[in-house]
């Protein structure tokens, strides 16, 4: 069992959230909050399907999954469904923390690793149409699925 957590910081450095969870070998379950407490999103594992797949659940909305493609060639992509316009596409050099998020074809986040800091931290800058929730919450599963929740 591993433990993952950590704040989610504005340009200014002023903290908007905290992860929080348990990554377990057998599924995982996070929850962030805002600074108030209050839960805004819970991600969990699904753990009978074909490869990993995560729900992320947030008070007041429908629930939206992120999976990894199976059938990609030399890069990686992970898919992002949920109801509405909460469809989104991750493509990139994952291992590095170098992607980006995009919803028919337009970019709508970009996330970059921060090099010279002293654990994991990346940052994510997310078009001011977008909610930044859900998208700070797929971040964090396409982190656990490609670094097993390691070192966070």
């Known amino acids: 069992m591993g433990i ?3 704040a989610a910081r504005d340009e200014k450095g002023n903290d908007h ?3 929080d969870g348990r ?6 379950e996070l929850t962030i909050r805002d600074m108030a407490g209050e839960v805004v999103a819970t991600i969990s ?3 009978l399907s074909w490869g990993p797949k995560y729900e992320i ?8 999954e992120v999976a990894k493609e199976h059938f990609t060639f030399f890069f990686c992509k992970f898919t ?3 109801p509405s316009d909460e469809d989104y596409e991750a493509s990139g050099d994952f291992l590095d923390h170098d992607y980006e998020f995009t919803r028919g074809g337009g970019l709508v986040a970009r996330v970059n690793k921060e090099w010279l800091t ?3 931290c990346y940052g994510i800058e997310i078009a001011d149409s977008e909610d930044p929730v859900l998208l700070l919450a797929t971040a964090v599963v396409i982190d656990l699925i490609c670094h097993n929740g390691k070192n966070h």
Do not use: A, C, I
């Open 17 to 19: 959230y905290f992860v």
């Open 45 to 47: 594992q699904r753990l």
């Open 57 to 64: 659940h947030r008070p007041g909305r429908g629930m939206v």
């Open 118 to 120: 002293f654990s994991d």
């Open 23 to 28: 990554v377990f070998s057998f599924g995982d």
């Open 4 to 6: 993952f957590s950590g």
């Open 80 to 82: 992002v469904e949920g």
